[in-house]
Structures are given as C-alpha cells and as structure tokens.
C-alpha cells in the first residue's frame, strides 16, 4: 500500500485534481445509468404493446403511464404527437444533458493528465538548470515520473469513462426507437388524419 501511494504522490498536485475528477466522473456516471435503467421500456413487453394500446387498463409500468398519458383527452393526431414529444423531452432532453456533461468530463481527464505532464517536464529542465553532478539524475528522474504517472492516470480515468458515454448513447438510441415505435402504435390505433 506504501508503495502505491508513493507512486500517486510522484505525480505531483495534479493528482489530486485527477482523483477529484474521476470521483465527479464516475459518480455521474453511475447516476445516468441508473437514470437511464429506470426511464427505459421494458422492452420484453414490447410484443403486448399493440394489445396495451387498444386497452391501456391492462398496460404495465412506465409504458402504461406514456400510452395512458398519450391517449387521455386527444382529439387529433397533432395532440398526440405532442404528448409523445413532450414524454421524449422528459425522458431523453435529460440524458443528452447529462451525457454532454459526462462527456466534457471524459475529455478533461486527458487534458489534466497533460498538465501534470508539462509541469512534470518543467520540473525536469528546471532540475536539469539548477542542480550539478549527481543530484541531476534524482531531478530528472523525478520529473519525468511526474510527467507519466499523470498522463496515464488522466488516460486510465478517460478511457472507461468513454466507454461508459457510449454506452449510454447507445440505451437512450435504442429508448428513442421504442418511443416512435409506441407514438406509431397509437395514432394507428387512434386512426387521426
């Protein structure tokens, strides 16, 4: 364990800020994928919802609640393709902020990887200026592992965080189709000109 935190610490202050980007990145992560799991259909109900939408009674959670909303008081197709605009605002507006934001967070870490890179280097050249004989080896050495534990570290937190973005993307893709599909079911069914 000594060793390990010997080895944050020759990164330098950045560290710190990387480690606060990361729990920041990581904990909304977590969030928007628990959001996202909860705002998405049940998609091994999709075969019944032609059934639900001609008898919204027996329809079952959050599917339920969009076909009841989309079908109460409408008396033309327009109404009903507001409703389910509305629902997709409520549903997906939400996520693409949230991933936007997630994003951002992606594309910082590398960047505050970076910065410890360059002070790293700048610790590296002012060792290499200032100190003589054989305190120029220890200088140097301790800059350069500043410079690359912080770039790795910037790198290590991205790299799953971007996986993670693209994940996300991909579920509220797939929670866009199933809204279309559900607002095409009901204006058949509602049969508006």
């Given amino acids: ?9 020759s990164g330098g202050w950045v560290m710190l800020g990387l480690f606060g980007l990361a729990v920041l990145l990581y904990a909304q992560a977590f969030q928007l994928v628990m959001y996202v799991r909860r705002t998405d259909l049940n998609k091994k109900n999709e075969l019944q919802w032609w059934d639900w939408v001609r008898a ?11 076909i009841r909303y989309s079908q109460s008081d ?12 509305e629902i997709r ?7 693409d902020r ?3 934001f997630l994003g951002t967070l992606v594309a910082a870490a590398p ?20 100190s003589g004989g054989t305190e120029t080896a220890g200088v140097v050495a301790s800059g350069i592992s500043e410079a690359l534990i912080t770039t790795q570290t910037g790198l290590t937190i991205a790299l799953p965080g971007l996986f993670v973005v693209m994940m996300i ?5 797939g929670l866009e189709a199933r809204l279309a ?6 204006l058949s069914y509602l049969k508006f000109e």
């Fill in 1 to 9: 364990m000594s060793e390990i935190w010997k080895i944050w610490m």
């Fill in 56 to 66: 919204p009674r027996k329809a079952e959670g959050r599917v339920a609640e969009i």
């Fill in 74 to 85: 409408v008396s033309s197709a327009k109404q009903v393709r507001t409703r389910f605009d």
């Fill in 89 to 95: 605002l409520a549903f997906v507006d939400l996520i």
């Fill in 98 to 100: 949230r991933t936007r």
């Fill in 111 to 130: 960047l505050m990887g970076l910065l410890g890179t360059v002070m790293g280097m700048l610790q590296t050249f002012m060792g290499i200026a200032t």
């Fill in 169 to 173: 993307q991909r579920q509220k893709q």
């Fill in 181 to 186: 599909r559900l607002e095409s079911l009901t």
